[in-house]
């Protein structure tokens, strides 16, 4: 399958100069500029040896471009914020960047039915500042709002915090505009709810890792802008109690749940280290965690959550609580939640694993990581490679991210992790990739969570949409 | 490209000796009895030749039998409740109907999760009863509950009467299991919420109308069952205080709404004459709203009710409001909604469409129609040969049903109505078919509504998984 070889060339001076030529704004920089800002990921752990990022302002740019990649058989990543953690933006070897970052335009905003089309290098965080004007938000939200942009988010198929409340991007996505490996326009880009009129072609495109095409504007649906919305901050003793208080808040919170995370306590102390932000509770506990409501009525919603918390307080589920009611209070509070990757990589190189697994298991494969680890020498000893082994998730949504701390990225630590701990995941019924995305060396785990006709199914899905292999080369499915 | 051609052979009594030899049920019926039950749809107007009816009962028979037909080139035709529109499951021509009906099983609920694993051939009103004992409900709901099945909901992409609040099956289907043209199975049958690892193949399958292959089964994301309904129906003199009073619905109802439909005055009438249901209010209205909440407080939805009632009324945008909150009244109310395509039916030979169209549009298309319909002499004088013209939907997924019933089907009625009315509604931003499916003959009318560049990934999607083109040959998009 040609899609597999990855066998296109370097990008040249006659490229960069057709590029030029046609008006597209290129850095072509020293290795050690490109180094830093396009060649490495967010978090230290990926580096590629691209040679140049394009930086197109428009979509019939784009199409220039890949019609011309296509047609020479250069390698394209295409890079949003860069804010990944699976490698996926990084060049494998010198394929060219395309940088959606100057493509960042809102195009369309429909305040009447809640809908907006914008372009991929919109940042997530301005884009839901723009929409909130209108008294709506953008329905996904995740640690990294201020450097991701809609692309990417789009293009990973991103979960992130709220999920539990607003559910997949392959539903709030009403439309996508991408351009085709071959430089075609696929304009997609529909605007209204319902549709069943023919194969809903834009799926494939949500959680392609730009191995497809290149998502270059979204339509998205929003939800509306809350009129209340308030944190509580649970301190609990064992996972058993967190998915008891789980299940009644969906009794008690029912349709003003809007986030229930969880994180242990290594986590908090590691925000609190290295962040230095405070802890939301005066004393520490084996678990937090962290529930947010978002309604329309602000006395119903005081009301149903103090009702639930007394209910948790009269089964005996927690040792603290705190509610948060106050705009900055509550700020600080999501702050601390979603500082927690950035605070492991401070503490270390983090081996980060993002996985759906079975809430029932989640508890169990830290108890097994921790002891897998053990045995082999690598922690709980003095000395040992492995500083710390921690979990932190979304309850309700069954995904979890495990952190691997240790002295270096890779060595022995990844060895005895991988695949063993893919393994694990498949057989207790998880997915390999939760909201992360497969990226840079996860394709060749996938056969651990997908049936091989679903494999092979990807695989004349890629060799159809992209036959000379030009699209983020080297990650995905294709090294499955 | 073969998967146009349709040129599938029909099937021999070799072939039903093969499907009887490998323990297959077959009718292999007098075309009177197939005629009545599997060769004619719901409302009468497709008819199909096909010569027998192979029932299936587990996943590995379907395989066989696909096999088989793709082998010796013989079209598929996959039927559920044969409850559709839209003639997607019934026999263009002689084509073998695959029919889902014994297989039935549930094969897994998680009660703490909330997800329901059901074969295709459940009936939704049955699956719906079952998983509510567990405190769920299945998240789409539609006036054919009774008869439909959950893997025709999938196939032609049902949206529904809580669209509004349970969202598209392309979010709330976690898994599919498939069997392909060739035989193979597609186990794609995830049951957690979050997977980013890989293309989302099952997505293709869902409003594919079994024209890539066969869903056996599907893994559903379910709702938590409703603490608290209630219903108000609203009587309205015209059709923009329609659209004020949802925008008002949706800052005083907020997350509590899960329905909001409309009809118009002649739809009520209908139902009234046609299946002896008394008016929900007392007066005639040029429009009715029903607007449904679900909620788990219940004293807070009557007080959030009440106080959006009172807006109403001082904006003077009704006429005559009545709120249900009895249990048998209010499945009286939706009784009366659901019966409405019927009593259509009823009423003469209904020509049905089911577009997506902005909400501003909608009653234009009302009047555009009326006016196309006399200028043609066929409406508005006696003797003419359209009865009615009539709209009713659902407000705020833009989604609008209109019917001309008419005193036959086809014939110079559909001719001056088609193409016109698809490209009226491509025209005006809406699409050929929002929640009914393309069916036998919508699909030529896609370029109205879709881009070439989208058509044309359709029809390699088709030829990559359908290369012999026997799934529902014919139908779709491959008519384009």
């Not at 428009?58 to 296509?70: D, F, G, P, R």
């Not at 980060?352 to 079975?358: A, C, I, K, Q, T």
């Not at 630590?413 to 498949?426: A, N, S």
């Not at 785990?445 to 997908?450: G, I, P, Q, V």
Request: with cysteine.
């Amino acid at each position: 399958m040609t899609a597999n070889t990855a066998s296109n060339r370097a990008i040249s001076q006659d490229d960069i100069d057709y590029f030029a030529r046609i008006g597209i704004n290129i850095v072509y920089a020293s290795e050690q500029q490109l180094e830093a800002k396009y060649n490495t990921d967010y978090f230290g752990k990926y580096h590629g040896s691209s040679q140049a990022v394009l930086f197109p302002t428009t979509t019939e740019e784009v199409s220039k471009i890949l019609a011309y990649c296509n047609e020479h058989k250069i390698g394209v990543v295409t890079q949003g914020g860069n804010s990944g953690t699976a490698g996926g933006a990084i060049a494998r070897q010198s394929e060219v960047i395309l940088s959606l970052r100057d493509m960042n335009k809102v195009r369309d905003l429909d305040v009447i039915s809640g809908v907006v089309v914008a372009e991929s290098g919109c940042v997530l965080a301005e884009l839901d500042e723009h929409v909130r004007e209108a008294g709506y938000i953008v329905p996904v939200d995740l640690g990294a709002k201020k450097r991701c942009m809609i692309g990417g988010n789009v293009s990973t198929n991103a979960g992130g915090l709220r999920y539990l409340r607003y559910g997949t991007l392959h539903g709030n996505v009403l439309g996508l505009e991408v351009v085709l490996a071959d430089g075609r326009v696929l304009d997609a880009l529909f605007s209204l709810k319902k549709d069943a009129s023919g194969y809903d072609v834009k799926q494939l495109f949500i959680g392609a890792e730009g191995t497809l095409g290149v998502v270059t504007a979204v339509s998205i649906a929003l939800a509306p802008k809350p009129r209340s919305s308030q944190i509580a901050v649970l301190g609990l003793s064992d996972f058993g109690k967190i998915q008891k208080a789980f299940v009644l808040a969906r009794q008690n919170l029912g349709e003003i749940i809007s986030a229930f995370e969880f994180w242990e306590r290594r986590c908090n102390e590691l925000v609190v280290q290295y962040e230095k932000n405070p802890s939301p509770l005066a004393s520490p506990h084996e678990f937090f965690v962290m529930i947010e409501t978002r309604g329309s009525f602000e006395r119903h919603d005081v009301e149903k959550m103090d009702a639930y918390l007394e209910v948790l307080a009269a089964e005996g589920l927690v040792e603290e609580t705190k509610v948060f009611r106050d705009a900055d209070e509550m700020e600080r509070t999501w702050l601390f939640r979603s500082q927690m990757a950035e605070a492991h990589a401070k503490s270390g190189c983090m081996h980060v694993y993002d996985f759906s697994l079975p809430s029932r298991y989640q508890h169990d494969l830290l108890v097994a990581v921790k002891k897998h680890l053990t045995d082999a020498g690598l922690y709980g000893v003095a000395g040992a490679p492995v500083r710390d082994v921690t979990i932190f998730g979304h309850i309700g949504d069954d995904n979890i991210h495990l952190q691997v701390v240790a002295d270096e990225y890779g060595g022995i630590v990844e060895e005895v992790m991988e695949p063993w701990v893919y393994e694990w995941v498949g057989s207790h019924g998880g997915s390999v990739a939760a909201e992360h995305g497969l990226g840079m060396h996860k394709g060749k785990f996938l056969k651990y969570s997908k049936s091989p006709v679903v494999i092979d199914t990807m695989k004349s899905i890629k060799q159809m949409l992209d036959p000379n292999g030009i699209m983020n080369p080297g990650k995905h499915v294709e090294r499955a």
